[in-house]
């Protein structure tokens, strides 16, 4: 499994695409602690802002398993991975763990531009940081699993549909139908409506409006869902015909 994870890690980091997106990323997180600081607002503010913002991510995710798997699958090039003796099971676990890495790898630039950016650009109203950037850690953590779990989701569907605009299409329907259909629903029953604090896609919103020590709840979600899109992504990649 890890032939497969380092070659795509090279094929991904050796395109263009990849860092224009960590540039424009970076770029955005500077642009935006760059406004906070023209209207001078505190450090605190950039941290009480960007958990809220939390749901865009979600749209980006697809682009690293399009690259990673759908492509392959576009181009019919998995096949000569089973071919050399990979078995499904290490096939989809590989193209998963590659498209987390990278998910990583454009976390952590933006992440760090942003940080740099914060600190330099605007001044704190209490000189103990401690606090906010504990429940900052806490809140972000959450959601990172959350990716995680988008990006399971990405790579099961990735092999399945060999144009980009189909498997977009489910991969933002799997994520985002489900609420609508919960906030219709619960027009006619509430009963409904209690499905939104279990649906995938609203943990991000849910992260920046609920206590930290409520977090606990969208973590299991979280992990609920890993494990689910994991068991059913090794079941259906062994029926999955590969070509």
Same mark, same amino acid.
């Given at each position: 499994?890890?032939?497969?994870? *380092?070659? &795509? +890690? /090279?094929?991904?980091?050796?395109?263009?695409?990849?860092?224009?997106?960590? @540039?424009? %990323?970076?770029?955005? #997180?500077?642009?935006?602690?760059?406004?906070?600081?023209?209207?001078?607002?505190?450090?605190?503010?950039?941290?009480?802002?960007?958990?809220?913002?939390?749901?865009?991510?979600?749209?980006?995710?697809?682009?690293?398993?399009?690259?990673?798997?759908?492509?392959?699958?576009?181009?019919?090039?998995?096949?000569?991975?089973?071919?050399?003796?990979?078995?499904?099971?290490?096939?989809?676990?590989?193209?998963?763990?590659?498209?987390?890495?990278?998910m990583v790898a454009v976390a952590s630039?933006?992440?760090?531009?942003?940080?740099?950016?914060?600190?330099?650009?605007?001044?704190?109203? *209490?000189? &103990? +940081? /401690?606090?906010?950037?504990?429940?900052?850690?806490?809140?972000?953590?959450? @959601?990172? %699993?959350?990716?995680? #779990?988008?990006?399971?989701?990405?790579?099961?569907?990735?092999?399945?549909?060999?144009?980009?605009?189909?498997?977009?299409?489910?991969?933002?329907?799997?994520?985002?139908?489900?609420?609508?259909?919960?906030?219709?629903?619960?027009?006619?029953n509430p009963v409904f409506s209690k499905?939104?604090?279990?649906?995938?896609?609203?943990?991000?919103?849910?992260?920046?409006?609920?206590?930290?020590?409520?977090?606990?709840?969208?973590?299991?979600?979280?992990?609920?869902?890993?494990?689910?899109?994991?068991?059913?992504?090794?079941?259906?990649?062994?029926?999955?015909?590969?070509?």
């Amino acid at each position: 499994m890890m032939k497969i994870i *380092n070659a &795509d +890690l /090279y094929k991904s980091f050796h395109r263009t695409y990849l860092y224009v997106m960590m @540039a424009c %990323l970076a770029g955005m #997180a500077i642009l935006f602690n760059a406004i906070l600081a023209s209207q001078k607002a505190p450090l605190e503010a950039t941290f009480e802002l960007t958990v809220n913002f939390l749901t865009i991510p979600l749209f980006f995710l697809s682009m690293f398993a399009d690259v990673i798997t759908a492509e392959e699958n576009k181009e019919h090039t998995l096949k000569n991975t089973v071919s050399f003796g990979f078995s499904r099971a290490q096939l989809f676990l590989g193209k998963s763990v590659s498209t987390i890495l990278v998910m990583v790898a454009v976390a952590s630039v933006t992440l760090f531009a942003y940080f740099a950016s914060a600190f330099l650009l605007l001044q704190p109203q *209490n000189n &103990d +940081l /401690y606090p906010v950037l504990s429940n900052y850690a806490v809140r972000i953590g959450t @959601a990172f %699993l959350i990716y995680v #779990a988008s990006v399971i989701l990405a790579t099961l569907l990735a092999a399945f549909f060999k144009r980009n605009a189909l498997f977009t299409f489910a991969y933002l329907g799997c994520l985002f139908v489900p609420v609508f259909l919960s906030k219709l629903l619960g027009l006619v029953n509430p009963v409904f409506s209690k499905a939104d604090a279990y649906l995938l896609a609203n943990q991000t919103d849910r992260i920046g409006a609920i206590a930290q020590n409520q977090l606990i709840n969208s973590v299991w979600v979280a992990l609920a869902h890993i494990a689910v899109f994991t068991v059913l992504g090794l079941f259906m990649f062994r029926r999955q015909e590969v070509n």
